[in-house]
């Protein structure tokens, strides 16, 4: 089926507007040439300028798919998205280790829409890093890293030992905007903007993270990986002026 063309799958809601979610992850797959599949988490009522509704699928569903899916084909990454509490991240991460330990796992953290709407809550951070020990990276925004690990930033807590890679992306840097941050085990790598005049997109973070994914599904260090997926974040940031963008290979 594939034709040597890596897999990847994608976890995350279903956007209509295909600006973000998992029509955006796929068409992010197609253009770095892996074969995408896609399980819904949810189904949401959305455009790009707004958010209005947002409906949970079943945890028991969404992991019969998993199951389903990594029984029949070797999935080299995946990408997860806006899920509804720790525990269903726990248990859709689990699943996957359990069948496929050597799948590389990102998960782009959406805790809220742009237009503030809430998917999930961190009531139990112990819980949350034992979950991420088992996730290759992370990819929260300054928002998302402030929640996520309370004092990340003003406390240098990456100082101390972190559970998983992180890629603090820097659209919300205030100090140097559009320089995302790789925080490694033993190193911190700056991935800083090129001249290339950049607009906002919705879903630019679901583009991003997949993007991360298709590149490690393609054997790229994780290091490379970020690196190559600044590249085509800035291609899809640039090439149009509105919230929704083009891909290009």
Known sequence: MSENRPFALTIAGLDPSGGAGILADVKTFEQHKIVGFAIATANTIQTEHK?????????????????????????????????PSIQYLREIVS??????????????????????????????????????SQIDLITPNYNEIEILFPGFVPKKLWLNAI?????????????????????????????????????????????????????????????????????????YLSSTSTLIGYHYV
């Not at 990102?106 to 809550?121: A, G, I, R």
């Not at 992180?166 to 919300?172: A, D, E, F, N, Q």
């Open 51 to 83: 958010f209005y509704e947002i409906e949970w699928m079943d945890l028991s569903f969404v992991l019969r798919s998993i199951e389903t899916l990594f029984q029949s084909y070797k999935i080299d990454a995946v990408k997860i998205g806006i899920v």
């Open 95 to 132: 699943t996957i280790k359990r069948i496929s330990p050597e799948s590389k796992i990102v998960w782009d953290p959406v805790l809220k829409s742009t237009t503030k709407f809430e998917f999930m809550n961190i009531e139990n951070h112990l819980e949350l890093n034992k979950i991420l």
């Open 163 to 235: 559970p998983t890679t992180i890629l603090l992306k820097g659209g919300h840097n205030e100090t140097a905007i559009g320089t995302d941050r790789l925080f490694l085990k033993n190193e911190i790598l700056d991935l800083l903007p090129t001249q290339k005049k950049c607009f906002e997109k919705h879903g630019s973070g679901c583009v991003l993270s997949s993007a991360i994914a298709s590149n490690l599904a393609l054997n790229q260090t994780i290091k490379e990986a970020c690196k190559n997926a600044k590249i085509y974040i800035e291609k």
